[in-house]
């Protein structure tokens, strides 16, 4: 295998909130153009380490570096799709308009953020590439008020993708849809993975490993394997308990025998 | 109303009121839309009342009134949004105690100036038949100014009101717009002070764009919406208090609330009984995940 460029690498980072420890000496290397999957149980730190990565919450020990700079500095260049969207679902604004505040700091010049105006053309069309992407070109004109739960996922993974970033960062994408949509995302996510690094937060370990190259396991400390590594040892050491593991229906799951 | 109307050709100060109603509307329209969307209410509420202790100072100093409510106005909105951007503090207290202690401040000024407690009431409830030629270019240069920064950055304050955490990781200067925002709000409460006094300012800012926010479904949609409002129920309590002699400023007041009191009970009707009316989900799309 080649020897691909670092996207992502933390070294030792421990991170807190207040006196409680949250992540502990975690060390982790993305190389460019991986899928990682992250899991790990609730509370173990999984969404912190993405907040880390993207700058909005800082180190306590350790250091972290982002497309060969600070968090803060490649900010721009990422592309994140929160677990919860932070807005009100009721505000009055369409799927395009929210697509379009994806282009903001898309310019050159890194003053483009405090230009003033209107959106250009090429700022349109790239909207409407994002939404023909992710399949959801024909809400455009939608008030983000009438859209499934589905639907709102596939106008933020748009609104990431907007700004053409190099590395997709995603909170827990499917917690809330039904399995279809959650393979379709999936299913997207791999064909989006051939121009692009992704991370992506999953409570469903036995779902992702048929997507993604490497599983990192966060509980406060962080373990990485491969998927095809993965097996009963692996979960419960992580969760901590035994976990009874429900086969996928899909192929080439390396899961699909029932561990007790 | 054809008494009024008479009265409208006869009359410079009712002409003035006229005026001053539609200006103060294109304030309301604008900033109120950002307000309702940004729940910001009870922050302009203490802008606004904060603003008579800068009137008192200025009455008591011999300088204009309104220099002085442009000066609290904007200092309290900066002391607000500081206080909430950088001590991660619930604002509310603060806001409170700008509220009441603006007031008492403004009070203890005017009733030791001499021969100003008459307008007292004036300052509290407005009186928009007093407004002078002078303060209509004032209000004038107070919209072109929001109008033009609005119209320069209202991709950036809308990134800011909708997503505060998008917003920032867009590397948008998401403190700067949001004081900036509480700014224009302050200034805005300046303009309406004008007409409805410092008291009701929080209704004909928040009225008319919630009004408009249950139909529109873009804030652009919705500030012009709730800038038409803000004028028919401005120029209709105006005409509606001249007669009976009414003050103006509760007449408008009571006119866009029962607006509003209306305009919620019909859209919920609407909504319940299922009947399709020209509001936010009019326009729907195909999608896979029907």
């Known amino acids: 295998m080649l020897l691909r460029n670092t996207a992502i690498?933390?070294?030792?980072?421990?991170?807190?909130?207040?006196?409680?420890p949250v992540l502990e000496e975690v060390s982790l290397r993305v190389e460019d153009g991986e899928f990682l999957g992250i899991v790990g149980p609730n509370a173990g730190g999984k969404s912190t380490l993405l907040k880390l990565i993207l700058g909005l919450l800082h180190p306590h020990a350790g250091t972290i570096d982002v497309l060969g700079g600070r968090p803060a500095e490649a900010r721009q260049k990422l592309g994140y799709v929160p677990q919860h969207p932070s807005f009100p679902r009721d505000f009055p604004i369409t799927v395009e308009q929210s697509v379009l505040l994806g282009r903001l700091g898309t310019g050159r010049r890194r003053p483009g953020i405090l230009s003033p105006g209107r959106y250009t053309k090429s700022d349109r069309n790239a909207a409407f590439e994002a939404l023909t992407e992710v399949e959801a070109d024909g809400l455009a004109n939608r008030q983000i008020d009438s859209l499934s739960g589905g639907q709102l996922q596939r106008v933020l993974l748009a609104r990431a993708l907007v700004s053409e970033p190099a590395i997709l960062i995603l909170d827990e994408p499917t917690a809330n849809i039904d399995q279809r949509i959650e393979s379709d995302i999936f299913d997207l996510l791999k064909r989006l993975n051939v121009r692009m690094t992704i991370l992506v937060v999953s409570h469903d370990i036995a779902f992702i490993s048929s997507y993604v190259e490497r599983v990192a396991c966060i509980n406060r400390s962080l373990v990485c394997h491969p998927t095809d590594a993965i097996d009963g040892q692996v979960i419960q050491d992580l969760y901590g308990e035994e976990v009874r593991m429900v086969a996928h229906n899909h192929t080439h799951n390396p899961l699909t025998e029932e561990h007790q | 109303m054809t008494q009024f109307l008479l009265a409208l050709t006869e009359h410079n100060f009712l002409q003035y009121a006229l005026v001053a109603g539609l200006l103060a509307s294109i304030g309301c329209g604008v900033m109120g839309t950002y307000v309702v969307v940004k729940r910001i209410a009870f922050i302009a509420g203490g802008i606004a009342h904060?603003?008579?202790?800068?009137?008192?100072?200025?009455?008591?100093?011999?300088?204009?009134p309104l220099t002085g409510a442009l000066g609290a106005a904007v200092l309290s909105a900066l002391l607000i949004g500081w206080v909430r951007l950088q001590l991660k503090a619930h604002e509310d207290t603060l806001i409170s105690a700008l509220w009441a202690i603006g007031m008492a401040v403004g009070i203890l000024f005017i009733t030791k100036t001499p021969g100003y407690q008459s307008d007292l009431m004036d300052l509290l409830f407005g009186n928009i038949l007093l407004v002078t030629e002078e303060s209509l270019w004032?209000?004038?240069?107070?919209?072109?100014?929001?109008?033009?920064?609005?119209?320069?950055?209202?991709?950036?304050?809308?990134?800011?009101?909708?997503?505060?955490?998008?917003a920032c990781l867009r590397g948008i200067p998401v403190a700067f717009f949001y004081l900036l925002l509480l700014v224009l709000v302050a200034i805005t409460v300046v303009l309406l002070i004008q007409v409805v006094g410092l008291i009701l300012v929080l209704a004909l800012l928040t009225l008319p764009a919630a009004i408009a926010g249950q139909y529109a479904n873009s804030?652009?949609?919705?500030?012009?919406?709730?800038?038409?409002?803000?004028?028919?129920?401005?120029?209709?309590?105006?005409?509606?208090?001249?007669?009976?002699?009414?003050?103006?400023?509760?007449?408008?007041i009571l006119l866009v609330g029962a607006l509003y009191v209306l305009s919620t009970l019909l859209t919920r009707f609407l909504t319940h009984y299922r009947i399709p009316y020209p509001t936010k989900r009019q326009k729907r799309g195909t999608s896979r995940d029907e």
């Open chain 1, 9 to 20: 690498e933390l070294q030792s980072v421990s991170f807190a909130y207040r006196s409680f």
């Open chain 2, 50 to 64: 904060s603003v008579l202790g800068g009137m008192g100072a200025a009455i008591y100093f011999g300088f204009d």
């Open chain 2, 138 to 166: 004032f209000m004038g240069a107070l919209d072109g100014l929001l109008l033009i920064i609005v119209g320069a950055y209202h991709r950036q304050f809308l990134a800011v009101v909708f997503d505060e955490e998008f």
């Open chain 2, 219 to 252: 804030l652009g949609r919705m500030m012009l919406l709730a800038t038409l409002i803000g004028g028919v129920v401005s120029i209709s309590g105006l005409a509606l208090s001249y007669e009976p002699d009414l003050p103006p400023g509760p007449t408008i």
